[in-house]
């Protein structure tokens, strides 16, 4: 079946630094998008990325997606300790089931 | 904003019991999604629901597991006999379509003692 890997599986960052996390999955995706989860939060819809090669980019945030359409990667520029969390990709290929990447997650040291 | 609904948030349980875990999705939602979430680890994709049938299901869920819609609104997780490796936190979401953005509710932690 349809898996996803993220890495790295956690990053500890000083306040300030860039930070990215990659995605990648084992079958081509129709689109993929990104959450965010808070420690003891639920997971909160950052941005979908659809077509081969685009780049989204929102505040801090830019987003790839591979040429391929089987990897992406999130990028922060300048951390700062309200982007705490854990990250998790999300792809959906054809009409199969949404499958989650095994997230990283982040920890900003202030 | 719109938002998804869960209840209880916290569900403690004796193995072997049934459970039923709610859900209120957006109200102009069509698919309907439970995930599981066992502490620390991913987000597991368990079921999908659409024009009031499963459309999709994963290998985690099995016969133990059911979904229902007994009304316009919500929208239920039901696990016949539950077992200790059931503990998690389970979160249903909704979205518009296939495909396009899940809303996630804040999730119902179920312990199974």
């Known amino acids: 079946g349809q898996q996803v890997m993220q890495i790295p599986q956690y990053q500890h960052v000083q306040e300030g630094e860039d930070f990215t996390t990659y995605c990648n999955s084992s079958?081509?995706?129709?689109?993929i998008q990104w959450y965010k989860q808070r420690p003891g939060g639920h997971p909160v819809f950052l941005i979908q990325?659809?077509?081969?090669?685009e780049v989204k980019k929102q505040k801090r945030l830019t987003l790839q997606f591979g040429e391929a359409k089987k990897n992406s990667s999130l990028h922060i520029t300048a951390t700062q300790t309200t982007d705490v969390g854990t990250y998790f990709c999300?792809?959906?290929?054809?009409?199969?089931?949404?499958?989650f990447g095994t997230g990283t997650k982040l920890q900003v040291i202030p | 904003e719109p938002e998804v609904t869960q209840t209880p948030s916290h569900q403690v349980t004796q193995m072997g019991q049934e459970v039923i875990l709610r859900c209120v999705p957006i109200?102009?939602?069509?698919?309907f999604y439970w995930y599981r979430q066992i502490l620390g680890q991913k987000v597991e994709f368990l079921v999908s629901?659409?024009?009031?049938?499963?459309?999709?299901k994963s290998e985690i869920f099995d016969d133990q597991f059911s979904v229902e819609r007994p009304d316009g609104s919500n929208f239920t997780l039901k696990i016949r006999s539950t077992k200790l490796e059931d503990s998690a936190m389970y979160f249903c979401?909704?979205?518009?379509?296939?495909?396009?953005?899940?809303?996630f509710g804040a999730g119902t932690r179920l312990s199974v003692l």
């Open positions: 079958t081509t995706l129709s689109n």
């Open positions: 999300a792809g959906k290929g054809g009409y199969q089931k949404v499958t």
């Open positions: 990325l659809v077509k081969s090669g």
């Open positions: 109200s102009n939602h069509l698919y």
């Open positions: 979401a909704s979205s518009e379509g296939l495909g396009l953005i899940q809303y």
């Open positions: 629901f659409y024009n009031n049938e499963i459309s999709e």
